[in-house]
């Protein structure tokens, strides 16, 4: 899609344009039969600068209002649903995507690296100037996601969703791509017993990752892609890779990888609730907890001994 920006042609002196140093007005030079073939391509030009206008529509048309959370970006609710979009995405106009758009799981266990993943997926699909809604769904079904606009033919919208467990109440060959993170067993227990979300028991651990791990493999069997935590933290390097693979699998024209990485590292952590845009909680990465070296975590015994545990259920 051309741009308004790209395809308007540089103005003169208001609505003027230079030809060989001489300054006429569009209608002037459109009429002189000496210009023909600049006159075709002054039209074309002009028509597309046109129907690019006519076609930037808002983030949010008539049929999704209903889904807009009424709290937005101050809403606390780490479990909301609804569409939360940012004070610059709601200012700003854009396109809607071409076929209808593309649904786009973003799926991974919790302390994953799932978090990365959906921002991840967020900046490459709105640095094409096309419609994004994005949501945090706990549990998946169809009819959450024809309610958000799967299916539509107008005013469609690419649609990423983010979520952890399994559900077999959608069809997984509705989604034009999903994406999962994927994290050695004993970092993700550490990091959940660092954040608090679970004590530090081995007999209740082991019991624990049983179903984390079975809805894993779920999720193994119809992910396009498995990214590896150990290579998102390879903030630079093999996360680059990571983000050109995304790229690659979303058929996007080639983009700055680069510079969606740095987005990526800039965007803030919330200090006493969840941000509903990013999906990041407090103390979500080690560099925003000012306690992290004090936390507990295993013993590489007892990672050992967790790992033993887990290969049984891989």
């Known amino acids: 899609m051309t741009s308004v920006q790209s395809c308007a042609l540089p103005l003169r002196k208001a ?12 209608g002037e030079l459109l009429s002189k039969p000496d210009c023909l073939l600049r006159r075709r391509r002054i039209l074309c030009r002009i028509s597309a600068s046109a129907v690019s206008m006519e076609e930037r529509t808002p983030i949010v048309p008539t049929w999704a209002k209903p889904l807009v959370c009424s709290g937005n970006v101050s809403c606390c609710d780490g479990e909301c649903e609804y569409l939360h979009l940012s004070k610059e995405q709601r200012m700003e106009p854009c396109v809607s995507p071409p076929d209808g758009g593309k649904l786009v799981i973003c799926a991974g266990p919790e302390r994953s690296g799932s978090t990365w993943l959906f921002n991840a997926l967020r900046f490459l699909l709105e640095t094409t100037g096309q419609r ?9 079904t169809q009819s959450k996601l024809i309610q958000r606009g799967y299916k539509r033919t107008s005013d469609a919208a690419h649609i990423l969703v983010k979520t952890h467990k399994w559900s077999e109440d959608w069809d997984p060959t ?9 994290r050695d067993i004993c970092g993700v227990v550490n990091s959940y017993i660092r954040v608090g979300w679970l004590p530090k028991d081995m007999r209740y651990l082991k019991s624990y990752i049983v179903d984390y791990l079975k809805d894993h493999n779920r999720w193994k069997e119809v992910a396009h892609l498995i990214i590896h935590y150990e290579d998102i933290a390879d903030v630079g390097g093999r996360e680059l890779l990571c983000l050109n693979q995304l790229l690659n699998l979303l058929h996007f024209n080639s ?15 919330p200090q006493y609730g969840p941000d509903p845009v990013t999906k990041l909680w407090p103390r979500h990465t ?17 990672c050992r001994d967790l ?8």
């Open 307 to 314: 790992r033993e545990h887990a290969i049984q259920f891989m």
């Open 132 to 140: 994004v809604h994005s949501y945090w769904i706990n549990h998946l």
């Open 15 to 26: 609505s003027f344009y230079s030809v060989r140093s001489k300054h006429f007005s569009i």
């Open 255 to 269: 983009m700055d990888v680069a510079s969606i990485s740095e987005r990526i590292k800039n965007i803030p952590v």
């Open 286 to 302: 080690k560099e925003s907890d000012k306690n992290f070296a004090r936390r507990p975590s295993l013993s590489e015994e007892e």
């Open 174 to 182: 509705s989604a034009d791509l999903i994406v999962l993170t994927e």
